[in-house]
């Protein structure tokens, strides 16, 4: 499997956005996510936490839009 979900929550741009109690959106804005695809699952630390539910093209980058459907993940924003 590979580890580009994981890099990618934990090391991009983050902007967090709750959708229900214990989901979160979050959109990640990455220079490139080679091999990435919609519904991939995402892991942190080795533990399933979501999943990707989108992946646009744009002209800063690749935008990721993951659904992080447990409560218990440190989500941080950071500035790159």
């Keep these: 499997m590979s580890r580009t979900p ?8 983050v ?4 959708s229900h109690e214990h989901e979160h959106v979050v959109h990640v804005i990455a220079e490139q996510a080679p091999g990435l695809k919609k519904a991939a699952r995402v892991q942190f630390r080795g533990v399933d ?3 990707v ?3 646009y093209f744009t002209p800063g980058g690749v935008r990721i839009d993951l659904l992080i459907e447990r409560n218990d993940v440190p989500i941080r924003t950071q500035d790159t």
């Design 15 to 18: 902007t967090v956005a709750c």
């Design 53 to 55: 539910r989108q992946v």
């Design 6 to 13: 994981i890099l990618l929550l934990t090391a991009a741009l």
């Design 49 to 51: 936490v979501g999943l």
